[in-house]
């Protein structure tokens, strides 16, 4: 599966922005859909992810100001961001693997397929 993320952009902080993810292929739905970002320096670290049944977790630094949400029809992923703070910062990577559950959906390890990144940057 090719991933491509957009919506990346400039914002100010408290702000609202929505990226999104869309996936080639005809089996879209059987995947479970991740949300990364990485800052510049950092490591690429978690920030949501939406199973196949619609659950979904987060990261706590963005549990209240962000939603994952998907549509299987259009074969995309979305995230949306907001009461953004300078912190979220950083290129937004979204991902596609065959399955996790619990903590494994938080890692990169159980993500087999990437897009190339869109960056999201809060000024203060």
């Known amino acids: 599966v090719q991933l491509q993320a957009s919506g990346g952009g400039l914002v100010q902080a408290g702000g609202s922005l929505s990226v999104s993810c869309a996936a080639s292929?005809?089996?879209?739905?059987?995947?479970?859909m991740g949300w990364f970002r990485q800052a510049p320096g950092k490591e690429r670290e978690f920030v949501a992810a939406?199973?196949?049944?619609?659950?979904?977790d987060y990261a706590d630094s963005v549990k209240g100001r962000f939603t994952i949400s998907r549509d299987n029809a259009k074969n995309t992923v979305y995230l949306q961001m907001n009461t953004l703070k300078f912190e979220d910062t950083a290129v937004y990577y979204c991902?596609?693997?065959?399955?996790?559950?619990?903590?494994?959906?938080?890692?990169?390890?159980?993500?087999?397929?990437w897009g190339q990144g869109t960056l999201v940057t809060v000024s203060s």
């Open positions: 939406i199973r196949r049944n619609g659950g979904s």
């Open positions: 991902a596609a693997g065959t399955y996790c559950s619990g903590y494994g959906c938080t890692i990169t390890a159980s993500y087999a397929y």
């Open positions: 292929g005809r089996t879209f739905s059987s995947y479970v």
